[in-house]
């Protein structure tokens, strides 16, 4: 851990072709879980990163399906895990897209709370031309949050770049320097400033269904009001906020 940042980069940096093998599975829900059960004076942001030459090509299609087609059950089941991990741990999870993110990589990206990428940064699904659909959650994600015609065409197999991407929402930013996941850790440190406390916070929040989200945010601001008291942050006083 830096700066209150765990990064895991969950393949080898020089794999031109990395995928989500059960192995690399296995290595995110291993660090996302040592990141969930640390407690208060663990990390604060979670930054998931791919090799150099791509984010992740997506699943093992070899592993999932056979030569009669029988679909690996345990692995597609394992996927799902994996990535509602990703999506219920307690910090933000950043994933740093670089290069190509394809099928089951652009689902992690998408199981991700913040998701910046590299100018060489290429998003797509391309199960639909071969006759299949996405298996991680990727359509109702991209449905769900992101609405809009171009979500059909990606849905079908179109590819867009980061600056296509950025104008969607679905990525934050892009980097400034020719080595993107050195620049990433540095923002996700800046972000970890806050605290672990803060960030858990404003993640529970924006999970929260829309029914109870102003009652979540409202004990949120009572539980860190507490804190604040509790380590004696508020002594003397403090200008209102917002203020000078």
Same mark, same amino acid.
């Given at each position: ?13 020089? !794999? ?13 829900? +291993? ?6 059960? #640390? ?6 942001? $979670? ?6 030459? &791509? ?8 592993? $999932?399906? !056979? ?5 690996? !059950? ?23 897209? !670089? ?9 992690? #990206? ?23 659909? %996405?298996?991680? =959650?990727?359509? %109702? ?9 171009? @979500? ?8 867009? =770049?980061?600056? *296509?991407?950025?104008?969607? =929402? ?10 993107? +996941? ?6 996700? *440190? ?6 672990? &406390?803060?960030? &858990?916070? @404003? ?15 409202? &004990? ?25």
């Amino acid at each position: 851990m830096s700066g209150g940042v765990a990064h895991l980069r969950f393949v080898a940096a020089e !794999d031109p072709r990395p995928r989500l093998t059960p192995e690399v599975l296995e290595r995110i829900a +291993t660090a996302v879980a040592e990141v969930t059960a #640390a407690g208060d004076d663990g990390p604060a942001v $979670l930054l998931l990163s791919g090799s150099r030459r &791509a984010f992740a090509l997506g699943a093992d299609l070899g592993r $999932l399906l !056979d030569r009669d087609r029988t679909v690996d !059950d345990a692995y597609l089941r394992r996927g799902h895990e994996v990535l509602e991990a990703i999506r219920s741990c307690p910090v933000p999870v950043i994933a740093m897209v !670089d290069g190509l993110a394809l099928g089951g990589g652009f689902e992690l #990206a998408l199981a991700a709370d913040i998701r910046w990428a590299s100018r060489r940064a290429v998003f797509g699904l391309p199960e639909a031309p071969q006759g299949l659909v %996405p298996a991680w =959650g990727a359509l %109702p994600a991209l449905f769900r949050d992101f609405p809009g015609a171009l @979500i059909w065409e990606i849905a079908l197999g179109r590819r867009i =770049g980061a600056g *296509e991407a950025r104008q969607l =929402g679905l990525v934050g930013r892009i980097a400034t320097e020719r080595d993107a +996941t050195a620049w990433a850790l540095a923002g996700a *440190e800046e972000l970890a400033a806050a605290g672990r &406390a803060t960030l &858990a916070a @404003i993640k529970s929040i924006r999970r929260a269904p829309a029914a109870v989200a102003a009652s979540t945010e409202q &004990a949120a601001f009572h539980e860190l009001a507490w804190r604040l008291d509790a380590y004696g942050m508020r002594a003397g006083g403090h200008a209102a906020i917002g203020g000078a």
